[in-house]
């Protein structure tokens, strides 16, 4: 049965620094990250034994289960890949225009995508998608994993709101965490997402191991 696996970073843990800390990468990537995997495979693995007694009575807690490790394993795996240590300043080109076309300028799309991922209730995430049906950019919340956007929408960046993504350097002042994080977004990953989604293609977040 495939199965799904922790990617590997393309950059080292404290590379992020001092945005974010190395200690914090080491266990949001190889713990909370990792957990979200180990609960997806854990998770098909039960709806197979469940398969094989045709006994379906736990079937929806196990979709639901299923989809929140999914949701976490695709959510970080983006956030690694929109993070970079040579990121920051602002996209140029298409994705540029259709921010200004979207929200009027750059520091407007900002101020939105800031106080979205500042406002989340508990845990969270702010993001940029695509809204194919309106053909525009929009700022939004997931609260948890769940996306709460419109269901053909692709997330192209996310800023991880929960606590383990920042508690440990930032405490209780989420609003520094995230003005960090714009000095580490990765435009060229963002547009890629963008290019993609515009074209309907959906940009592979992670493999599956085949066994």
Do not use: C
């Amino acid at each position: 049965m495939p199965t799904y696996q922790l990617p590997d970073l393309t950059y080292d843990y404290g590379a992020l620094e001092p945005a974010i800390s190395g200690k914090i990468m080491e266990l949001h990537h190889g713990a909370h990250h990792a957990a979200y995997v180990k609960g997806a495979n854990a998770t098909l693995e039960r709806i197979a034994e469940m398969r094989q007694t045709r006994d379906f009575t736990p079937l929806p807690g196990l979709h639901r289960t299923l989809a929140f490790h999914l949701a976490g394993h695709s959510l970080h795996s983006m956030f690694w890949t929109n993070l970079s240590p040579h990121g920051g300043d602002r996209p140029d080109g298409e994705l540029a225009a259709a921010i200004d076309e979207s929200f009027g300028d750059f520091d407007t799309f900002q101020a939105e995508m800031t106080a979205a991922t500042a406002g989340v209730q508990g845990s969270g995430w702010g993001v940029l998608a695509w809204d194919p049906l309106g053909a525009q950019l929009v700022v939004t919340q997931i609260h948890d994993h769940h996306i709460t956007v419109v269901p053909t929408s692709t997330p192209l960046l996310v800023f991880d709101a929960w606590e383990h993504a920042f508690y440990l350097q930032y405490r209780n002042v989420k609003t520094d965490y995230i003005d960090r994080l714009w000095s580490l977004v990765n435009w060229a990953d963002v547009t890629e997402r963008f290019d993609a989604a515009r074209a309907g293609r959906a940009p592979q977040l992670f493999t599956l191991d085949e066994g």
